[in-house]
């Protein structure tokens, strides 16, 4: 058992004024199983870069192992699987890297199999075990559930939950659950390690806001008293320094000196009572600098005439000869959310484009209603390029409701000016929901909507979603998320 030890660290991009970690300190034991967790943007990612020597910066790493990050680059995805893996780890031994294949329940073929003939799945399983060989090393594992379907996902989870001493990036609460022993998370304001899950860390949190909002609560109520015993204390102070010019109503003259001792005594309680004031506004300015913003969203949707928007009766999907799917049945009823789950390559994604009116090949019977207005969000981002108000404009929303969605999901104005191909993939996917969010439309198609999006941005889109209870067919693999938005789920077999 060892540390990594991390002192001071400071980091910018090059042209950014504003730092990504700014005299961070903080250590990491080699055998934790350590759940990496934050808002998009906040830096999960370049702190790995860090970790890798792949970014300057000021400060400090110091580390007895050595770093290997998953998902790592296939130069030639045309070879054999076997040799994928000797590119990265050239003395492996093949039996060890069957039994984790075996863990990971792969078909021991797929090593004598060209490396790009797999499918994502199987490829994020045979890079964690070809990573996972090797001796005196630090994993850092950036989202590999992107790729997993339901069963994977608690298939890997698994599987993580028998080794130690990785970094995982997910936004799955679940998956982290399952496989984690700390969680590092990076805040507002700063870096924190706890021991425990994704779910203990969070209830944590809870506690550790309520008790700042609390905190804060009791200040504002100090400071306005403060305040205001100043002000009268000040008055009083004034008033008595006045009379000191007078006489009193007996017609003698005032004694100026002791008047002048009691103005003066007035004044320095009026000072304490300023500077008590000042410690309490310094205080309740270290309050609330870590409290998750998640305002409430809002979605635009139009009803339908009639209460029955799609049908699919007895319907089969074939590309090239192979059947995708076949005898699916199913109706989408004004107000339902329907979950369509099945493993990968089941015919999910299929199903959706037959439903948004792509020319799928299919036989059974399949009605959508006339003038059903859909909005849509794809898997693909690829295509985001641009500023957002030309965004807004193409796609014909309201660029002013779209900022406002986007700055709820934790958008930075800096952002706002940025070119959406600089985005990272979780920025990237939000500009699709904030979109789907301002289209007016009868029903909502989501494909994996939440792929690389903060764990605190689902929460708010769960809210929206419950809250407004919107017409909505989705096909996504966090199933806490599934669980709580689906009202009917389809299940489509491999």
Not at 220 to 234: E, N, Q
Not at 246 to 272: C, L, P
Not at 372 to 382: A, G, N, P
């Amino acid at each position: 058992m060892s540390t990594i030890q991390v002192s001071n660290l400071t980091f910018a991009y090059e042209g950014s004024y504003d730092n990504i970690f700014e005299k961070v300190s903080f250590q990491i034991d080699t055998d934790w199983k350590l759940g990496f967790t934050g808002r998009n943007g906040r830096g999960k990612t370049t702190f790995m870069k860090l970790l890798l020597g792949q970014l300057e910066f000021s400060g400090t790493i110091s580390t007895p192992v050595s770093f290997d990050y998953f998902p790592f680059p296939v130069k030639d995805p045309e070879q054999l699987t076997m040799e994928v893996v000797s590119d990265i780890y050239p003395d492996y031994e093949l039996w060890r890297l069957e039994r984790e294949l075996s863990l990971l329940k792969v078909a021991e073929d797929a090593l004598y199999r060209p490396y790009n003939t797999l499918s994502n799945g199987e490829q994020t399983k045979v890079q964690l075990a070809a990573l996972f060989l090797k001796e005196n090393h630090f994993l850092l594992i950036d989202e590999p559930t992107n790729h997993l379907d339901v069963h994977a996902r608690e298939l890997v989870s698994h599987y993580l939950n028998g080794k130690k001493g990785f970094i995982l990036v997910s936004h799955d609460r679940a998956f982290l659950d399952h496989c984690v022993d700390h969680i590092l998370s990076i805040n507002k304001t700063n870096i924190d390690i706890q021991k425990g899950t994704f779910s203990s860390w969070w209830a944590n949190k809870h506690l550790q806001d309520q008790f700042e909002l609390n905190e804060n609560e009791k200040l504002v109520k100090d400071i306005k008293r403060l305040s205001d015993a100043s002000k009268r204390t000040g008055q009083w102070s004034h008033e008595v320094e006045k009379s000191k010019n007078g006489t009193r109503n007996s017609g003698s003259k005032v004694d100026k000196g002791y008047i002048g001792h009691k103005a003066a005594k007035m004044m320095k309680r009026s000072k304490s009572i300023e500077q008590r004031q000042q410690s309490a506004i310094e205080e309740k300015s270290k309050l609330l600098k870590n409290i998750e913003t998640s305002e409430s969203l809002q979605i635009s949707q139009l009803a339908y005439p009639k209460s029955q928007l799609v049908e699919l009766d007895h319907v089969a999907i074939r590309y090239d000869g192979k059947t995708v799917c076949r005898d699916v049945s199913f109706a989408i009823n004004q107000g339902e959310r329907i979950a369509l789950t099945g493993p990968n390559g089941s015919g999910k994604s299929s199903l959706l484009k037959l439903i948004l009116g792509e020319p799928i090949p299919y036989t059974g019977a399949f009605h959508k209603g006339s003038g059903l207005r859909i909005s849509y969000v794809s898997q693909d981002t690829s295509h985001l390029r641009g500023d957002l108000s030309g965004y807004a404009r193409d796609q014909g929303i309201d660029e002013s409701l779209f900022k406002a969605i986007l700055r709820k999901l934790d958008f930075s104005r800096l952002q706002f000016e940025k070119d959406m191909s600089l985005f990272s993939g979780g920025q990237k996917k939000k500009v699709l929901i904030a979109k789907s969010l301002c289209e007016e439309a009868h029903l909502h198609v989501w494909d994996e909507p939440l792929n690389f999006i903060d764990v605190i941005s689902r929460m708010q889109i769960e809210e929206v979603l419950l809250e407004h209870q919107p017409t909505l067919i989705f096909v996504e693999h966090d199933i806490e998320f599934t669980g709580k938005i689906a009202t009917k789920t389809v299940e489509l077999k491999d």
